[in-house]
């Protein structure tokens, strides 16, 4: 025998000793827990397998019978100034509205600098979305008529004053939303509100103020309890 027979007859012997401690490994593994499989099963690709032998909690990382830890160790606990920069949603009855105030005259400056260019001057006639529109003043055929769809806008579809504040607050201006003070977010919405012909040019918004604004579009809307068949409105 030539000494790389030997060599390679070696290390055949290596490998059929490390297969030998694996399958051993795999057998012992398979008869110590719930999760119990044999080792054919465990090589056999996933459609072969039984249905109902792999549910998935048993089966994550094999160790179901081992509790899992109280904690994982990751991360630590939000602050309550973490919570609270997340925390902004303002409800329609003004829950969640900021301390601050802001006028129609202040709103109208900062509209000027940061809204503009996209809503066009006066709320109407931009690029995108109007703010402005009392139109159509009859009725409320929004769903009745497509091509009114695009028609809607503050001043004729919204039933809640206190949503022009979450809305701005949270998504406007586009490019940098969340970046108004409360005070520039209740001027703008005073803006925005007389513009709709809704509050007068002194309207002063504030926590208090703003919920009690009753929007043209308020009555519009009824409580979606349908439950089918002759009982959709
Ligand atoms: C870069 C363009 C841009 C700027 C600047 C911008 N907006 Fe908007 N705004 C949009 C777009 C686009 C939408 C529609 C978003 C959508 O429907 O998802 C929108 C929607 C709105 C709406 C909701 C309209 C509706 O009836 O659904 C309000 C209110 C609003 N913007 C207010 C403002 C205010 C106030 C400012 C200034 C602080 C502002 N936006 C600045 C682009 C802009």
Avoid at 96 to 109: D, F, I, N, Q, S
Avoid at 138 to 148: M, N, T, V
Avoid at 155 to 164: D, S, V
Avoid at 191 to 215: C, H, Q, R, S, W
């Amino acid at each position: 025998m030539s000494r790389l027979d030997g060599a390679l007859d070696e290390s055949m012997r290596r490998f059929a000793l490390r297969l030998a401690v694996a399958v051993l490994a795999t057998s012992a593994l398979s008869c110590s827990g719930e999760g119990r499989r044999d080792a054919n099963e465990a090589s056999a690709p996933p459609s072969a397998s039984a249905p109902g032998d792999r549910g998935l909690p048993n089966d994550v990382g094999g160790a179901a019978s081992e509790p899992w830890p109280e904690r994982f160790g990751f991360g630590r606990e939000a602050t309550q100034a973490e919570i609270g920069a997340w925390d902004i949603d303002v409800m329609p009855d003004g829950r969640g509205l900021p301390a601050g105030r802001g006028t129609v005259a202040e709103g109208a400056a900062i509209y000027a600098a940061q809204c503009v260019v996209c809503h066009g001057p006066a709320g109407k006639g931009g690029q995108y979305d109007a703010l402005v529109g009392r139109e159509p003043a009859q009725g409320f055929p929004f769903g009745k008529d497509a091509a009114l769809l695009g028609k809607r806008t503050v001043g004729n579809y919204w039933p809640y004053a206190t949503t022009l504040y979450d809305y701005i607050s949270r998504a406007m201006p586009q490019a940098v939303p969340g970046s108004l003070a409360p005070d520039e977010v209740y001027s703008l919405v005073a803006y925005l509100l007389f513009l709709n012909g809704i509050v007068p040019k002194d309207a002063v918004m504030t926590a208090e103020t703003l919920p009690k604004v009753e929007m043209p579009a308020r009555r519009r809307f009824v409580q979606d309890n349908r439950r089918g068949g002759a009982e959709i409105r």
